[in-house]
């Protein structure tokens, strides 16, 4: 039986580049796959997912107000059976929009992948991830280190001299602001005022932990 899979983590695990591997496998077996990833991401030209390690592939892009359910059936009728849809960015899935890839999974029998941040800079849980975390079948966490060694499950947004910043709107995709993986006890450290993080360290905008 088909089920739908949500494979969460902090930034800089290499999301991305886990779901470009599993979409590779399929292909490989002669299976045929559908990315999806939200049209508000357009890093790398539209219509492309792609990893920081240099992996990239085609994908169909969806609005905030798109019916994926909807969306995945077009493709079939267009193109031919699928084996497997994947979902890229998947916190910025709306509540419908998950409930429309469990669809999916329950009506088309099409397992579904999704990829995605689990909380935000003021710690506070994505709006696709947290129905997500609500209704998905298998619920997979892809770790990923603090720079103090320990285990990183919080992003913290911070400003050119590396304080945190802890206002503004929640997906800021290309901005100036950027955005670094802490571990929980480092993010209030560093959320309170009371440390910051240094700049060379890996800190890219958000979504570019891929």
Known sequence: MAKLYFY?????????????????????RGMRTLILTPA?????????VASRIGLKANACRFSADEDLFVL???????RGALHCVFVDEAQ??????????????DRLNI????YG????FRGELFEGSRYLLAWADNLEEIKTICHTGRKATMVVRVDEQGRAVTEGPQVEI?????????????????????GRIELQQSVL???EGR
């Open 174 to 194: 290309g901005g100036n602001d950027r955005y670094v993986s802490v571990s929980r006890a480092e993010f209030k450290k560093i959320s309170e005022g009371s």
């Open 8 to 28: 969460y983590s902090a930034m800089n695990a290499g999301k991305t580049t886990t779901l470009l591997q599993s979409a590779y496998n399929y292909h490989e």
């Open 205 to 207: 905008p958000l979504g």
């Open 72 to 78: 995945v059936e077009a493709d079939i009728a267009a």
């Open 117 to 120: 941040l689990r909380t935000d």
């Open 111 to 114: 397992p579904v992948l999704a």
């Open 92 to 105: 910025f899935l709306t509540r419908s929009q998950v409930w429309q890839i469990s669809d999916v999974v």
């Open 40 to 48: 508000l991401d357009n890093r790398y030209g539209e219509g492309v």
